[in-house]
């Protein structure tokens, strides 16, 4: 988008930038928080498929407070992707489906576990619906195991899900980890999109549970000498819909609210991204090579592409 243009783009989008998040996510973890209290008594926190980082700016303005004040506070962010430093935070780049990430994890926590974890993590997605799901559901999965290494016994666990026709087994597979477990759809978070959050709360794994990192969905031989996953009841859980109507809707587009007398002002992108995938193209373009040289035409500087007869 120019800078001349006028940014009609979705409220939480321009609120974002106002506001100075990475991305409109940010207001999903806020509306998280403004219902389950997540943040209350947290001094270590783990921010699973953080990038490009605006859920960790959330955790680090809420928990160490505008200018930082609060040192104690630990946060530790995890992506496949590099990210801009975020005051306070501690990142590692790395896969949220490796053992070695979870024991990186815990070294930052001088061996103490988190308070809390929080993922919204998703893969590229497809289009196709059904195989989105299943690769949303095995992220889940990837994250709940390492949270299982990771997570205090009475620790909490937010993660994004993907309401499809399976996710019941998702619920049961939580239900053993944490007696409670909520499907929250923030009001910044689109109705037309099947995305949702899980808030698992009071993290009590069964009596001898040992972490580890079979993915039970992948893993069909469940070779570990557990099986807690045997005939799980099939679980209802409650379903809360983004607390009242009181905010706005992120579906519809509302025109920009200015103050009377006041012009436009263009906001830039909070932080921009460190290895855009376009760079490469735009290098390409810059040394004129995103056409391929055909027989007969002119390409010298500043000459359209056309073809000399
Ligand atoms: N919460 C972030 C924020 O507020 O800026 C946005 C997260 S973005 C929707 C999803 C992220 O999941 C991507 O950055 C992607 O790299 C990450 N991801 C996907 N699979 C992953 C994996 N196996 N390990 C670590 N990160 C992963």
Redesign the pocket.
């Known amino acids: 988008m120019g800078k001349s243009s006028k940014d009609k783009r979705d409220v939480y989008y321009r609120l974002a930038k106002e506001e100075g998040w ?2 409109r ?2 207001f999903k ?1 806020l509306q998280i928080n403004e219902d389950f209290n997540l943040f209350e008594g947290v001094k270590k926190v783990v ?10 700016q959330v955790l680090s303005r809420k928990l160490r407070g505008e200018s930082g004040q609060h040192d104690d506070v630990k946060i530790v962010a ?4 590099a990210m801009a430093p975020i005051p306070g935070v501690i990142q590692i780049q ?4 490796k053992k070695s990430t979870a024991e990186e994890i815990i070294n930052h926590f001088k061996g103490e576990n988190a308070d809390l974890v929080v993922c ?4 590229d997605v497809t289009g196709l619906h059904d195989i989105d799901e299943y690769i949303q559901a095995q ?1 889940l999965l ?1 994250a709940l195991n390492i949270t299982t290494h990771v997570l205090k016994k009475g620790g909490t666990f937010v993660a ?1 899900i993907f309401r499809g026709k399976d996710v019941t087994l998702l619920y049961s597979q939580l239900k053993i980890f944490f007696p409670l477990v909520t499907v929250f759809k923030p009001r910044s978070s689109r109705n037309s999109s099947i995305e949702a959050f899980v808030v698992c709360q009071n993290y009590s794994p069964p009596d001898g549970y040992i972490p580890n990192m079979a993915n039970p969905l992948l893993d069909h031989h469940y070779d570990v000498d557990f099986n807690q996953l045997e005939g799980p009841n099939r679980i209802i859980v409650p379903f809360l819909a983004c607390g009242d109507l009181s905010g706005f809707d992120s579906d519809r587009t509302y025109p920009l609210q200015l103050a009377e007398g006041r012009a436009y002002e263009y906001h830039p992108p909070t932080q921009n991204p460190i290895n855009p995938p376009y760079q490469a193209a735009c290098q390409l373009r810059r040394d004129d090579l995103l056409v391929k040289p055909r027989e007969g035409a002119d390409y010298t500087a500043g000459a359209s592409i056309h073809t000399v007869s």
């Not at 995890?78 to 992707?81: A, F, N, P, R, W």
């Not at 919204?120 to 893969?123: E, M, R, S, T």
């Open positions: 990475r991305a996510s940010a973890l921010d699973l498929c953080a990038a490009p980082g605006s859920w960790s995890v992506d496949l992707q790395g896969d949220i489906t919204d993590g998703a893969p992220l990837a994004k």
